[in-house]
């Protein structure tokens, strides 16, 4: 491709191209769409009990079940663990507190998948190197840009 020219520390390969800034650039987007979609979600979180999966889990989470009835392939166990965890917060209802679990899961969701576009939409006009689970660099084409 265009970087060629790496500089070894120990067995560790840095690629000469890459700018602090950049990472720092990306997480000031990852963070603002982080808030953004936290406001959002929070905002409109249900406040109380709906209509399907959400009694039971305020269920299972109040009397500390992480198996359930229908084995544990499906009684997803990390958000009910999530759950515990988050029953011992001193505000609000319980059915409240789970249903934040959901809000803030979301906006993770879609502030990682944001930035991962946004690489992604860098990485089509040949203005950084993006391959998911590696380093991000730039490309000359960016340099000159």
Request: charged residues 10%; glycine residues 6%; aromatic residues 10%.
């Amino acid at each position: 491709m265009c970087c060629t020219g790496f500089g070894e520390i120990g067995t560790l390969q840095i690629p000469s191209y890459t700018r602090p800034s950049q990472a720092r650039s990306i997480a000031k987007w990852y963070l603002l769409v982080l808030l953004s979609a936290s406001i959002l979600y929070v905002a409109t979180c249900a406040p109380a009990i709906l209509w399907q999966d959400s009694g039971l889990f305020v269920y299972r989470i109040w009397h500390n079940d992480i198996e359930g009835n229908l084995g544990i392939a499906l009684a997803h166990p990390l958000y009910i663990l999530i759950g515990i965890a988050v029953k011992w917060l001193p505000f609000g209802d319980l059915a409240h507190r789970v249903n934040l679990i959901s809000s803030i899961a979301g906006a993770l969701a879609v502030a990682k998948s944001a930035v991962s576009a946004a690489l992604q939409a860098l990485s089509a006009r040949d203005l950084v190197n993006y391959e998911p689970y590696e380093p991000v660099t730039l490309t000359r084409n960016c340099l000159l840009y």
